[in-house]
């Protein structure tokens, strides 16, 4: 845990969310700002700041994760499909420095995710 991550404390506790799923490695809650009618987090409990910084040792927990979304996403209603979402680093966007899958989906398609220049 890092004392200054806001998912570790979320993990212990100490910050409160809408839990959709918990087990001894992987927390899944609602985002608190959803840019889709399902929007989920999927966390490892053990604090990984990104997906740049895993070791073989994380494979997987890894894989649990990305294994797993399709029941996190049904169950939460999006069953017509979804989108995963890694962002990794500055380049990627990244805004919290702990590693999360964004489980994106609901009733109608999602728009393109990148969008090309002409």
Same mark, same amino acid.
């Given at each position: 845990?890092?004392? $200054?991550?806001?998912?570790? !404390? /979320?993990?212990? *506790?100490? @910050?409160p969310s809408d839990k959709v799923h918990e087990d001894d490695e992987i927390l ?5 700002? %959803?840019?889709?009618?399902?929007? =989920?987090?999927?966390? %490892? !409990? !053990? ?5 740049? $910084?895993?070791?073989?040792? $994380? &494979?997987? =927990?890894? #894989? +649990?994760?990305?294994? +797993?979304?399709? =029941?996190?996403?049904? !169950?939460?209603?999006?069953?017509? #499909? ?8 500055? @380049? *990627? +966007?990244? $805004? @919290? &420095?702990? =590693?999360? /899958?964004? @489980?994106?989906? #609901?009733?109608?398609?999602?728009? %393109?995710?990148? &969008? +090309?220049?002409s």
């Amino acid at each position: 845990m890092t004392q $200054d991550c806001i998912f570790c !404390k /979320i993990v212990s *506790g100490e @910050v409160p969310s809408d839990k959709v799923h918990e087990d001894d490695e992987i927390l899944v809650f609602k985002d608190i700002h %959803p840019q889709t009618p399902v929007h =989920l987090l999927v966390i %490892p !409990k !053990k604090h990984i700041s990104s997906l740049a $910084d895993i070791t073989e040792e $994380d &494979y997987g =927990l890894l #894989g +649990r994760m990305m294994g +797993r979304a399709h =029941l996190f996403a049904t !169950k939460a209603g999006s069953i017509n #499909g979804f989108r995963t979402i890694v962002n990794t680093g500055k @380049v *990627g +966007r990244q $805004d @919290v &420095y702990h =590693l999360h /899958i964004h @489980v994106l989906g #609901g009733d109608a398609p999602l728009p %393109p995710m990148v &969008y +090309r220049n002409s």
